[in-house]
């Protein structure tokens, strides 16, 4: 037979747990279930220029950006949204203007933007994409690649209404 032994140490211990697990649930704001809205990265918005033109491509290209936009809760992909994107490429440097452009998102909220291929700054190949269309909150996208010979980059985007 197992005992149990209640002394002050295990029932502030028990008694923090429920607290913790079962009670954050009556405390809290609700949310909405499911998909979480992706975060802001720490030097995304670095070299950001607000309204770059939507392009085609960027520079001669040889490089793929890609990657999905959809709404926080249901995740529900989100149709004609505005993706920037910049990077440090053969062609330029990730401050010039023509480093930047910008894309839109296809029904099924994905995007894919062709562009020079990234090379490293500061010892690291990444690229830069932002959110910023207004309808949903900002978003700025840092991601870095595993490998300066990768010639395509992924990110995706979870926004929740601005």
């Known amino acids: 037979m197992t005992t149990v032994v209640f002394n002050r140490r295990n029932l502030l ?3 923090g747990s429920v607290l913790a697990a079962g009670a954050s649930g009556l ?5 909405a279930a499911g998909l979480a809205p992706t975060e802001t990265m720490s030097g995304g918005a670095n070299n950001y220029r607000k309204g770059a033109a939507i392009v085609d491509r960027i520079g001669k290209g040889g490089f ?16 004609g949204q505005r993706i920037q994107i910049w990077a440090h490429t053969t062609e330029g440097q990730e401050h010039e203007p023509q480093s930047h452009g ?14 020079p291929q990234i090379i ?13 269309s207004g309808e949903f909150k900002t978003v700025f996208l840092r991601p870095v690649m595993r490998s300066a010979k990768e010639t395509s ?7 929740q209404p601005a």
């Open 13 to 15: 211990v028990a008694g």
């Open 27 to 31: 405390l809290l704001p609700a949310r």
């Open 64 to 79: 793929w950006m890609s990657g999905t936009v959809r709404r926080a809760g249901d995740g529900a992909p989100l149709a």
């Open 102 to 115: 910008a894309t839109l998102t296809d029904k099924d909220g994905k995007f894919r933007l062709e562009m």
């Open 120 to 132: 490293p700054i500061f010892g690291q190949p990444h690229g830069h994409l932002a959110y910023d």
């Open 153 to 159: 980059l992924e990110a995706h985007f979870v926004l």
